[in-house]
């Protein structure tokens, strides 16, 4: 049962009516906020096509993570990023958490249609180690894109350890790239006694940190590439 004695919209303390009916909402502030959720529903987000406005609000949510950290990304914050008010933010999406989650989904669907379209124009695209080592370099910040996609997913990362909502969009029960890599590996061919699945668990982890390393200006570029190399050749045939 309701609490008769809280405001609907801020949860906050209604005085009693001197007369009549006692009200249900403190201000006329929260009266007209009520009014407009019932004309005006938030509309959440269709991950798949979000509109312009959408996806200005959304792109600032990730220059905010970038910048300044996720703890930032308030939806007061949100709209001054985007250039839009509050109201605009409230009224795309269902609150700021919703936003957050749909945020993380675009930013994990955008990168994987930019590696695809990099990895596609590739000159030796048919050569399985090439196709892999493009792969295995777009966990890397190689560029001003992958830099600040990279930095968001960190910030975003230590929040899902105790958001179960962003948790989701980074566990999947599937792991589609380590089975890509795995199947790489197979292609191009390994010496004897390689696990190509195990070895594509310990690829992609092993990348993803030198990613952050590389992040961190610890190691260079040449380094990092001179690593990646090293390890191809451990577990790969000798190229004719």
């Known amino acids: 049962m309701r609490d008769e004695t809280s405001c609907r919209v801020c949860r906050g303390p209604v005085r009693p009516a001197s007369r009549g009916r006692r009200p249900v909402y403190c201000s006329r502030a929260c009266q007209a906020r009520a009014y407009r959720s019932r004309k005006n529903p938030p509309v959440s987000v269709v991950v798949d096509e979000p509109t312009a406005r959408q996806r200005l609000i959304v792109e600032a949510v990730w220059r905010i993570a970038a910048e300044r950290g996720l703890d930032m990304a308030t939806v007061r914050e949100i709209a001054v990023e985007a250039g839009v008010s509050a109201r605009v933010v409230q009224y795309h999406f269902k609150g700021k ?28 695209a048919s050569n399985p180690r090439v196709l892999l080592r493009a792969t295995l370099e ?21 929040r899902s350890l105790t958001d179960p909502a962003l948790a989701s969009v980074f566990l999947h029960d599937e792991s589609p790239l380590e089975d890509m890599v795995t199947a790489l590996i197979s ?14 668990d310990l690829l992609v982890a092993g990348v993803t940190g030198l990613g952050l390393d590389l992040l961190h200006q610890r190691r260079t570029r040449a380094d990092v590439r001179r690593t990646l190399d090293y390890h191809l050749d451990r577990i790969l045939q000798t190229q004719p």
Not at 102 to 119: Q, S, V
């Open 138 to 158: 777009e966990l890397l910040p190689l560029d001003d894109q992958r830099r600040t996609s990279l930095r968001v997913m960190t910030a975003y990362y230590t």
């Open 97 to 124: 958490h919703d936003l957050l989650v749909i945020a993380l989904r675009l930013l994990h669907r955008d990168n994987e249609r930019r590696a695809r379209d990099r990895i596609a124009a590739l000159r030796d």
């Open 187 to 200: 292609a191009a061919g390994t010496r004897r006694s390689i696990d190509a699945a195990r070895e594509a």
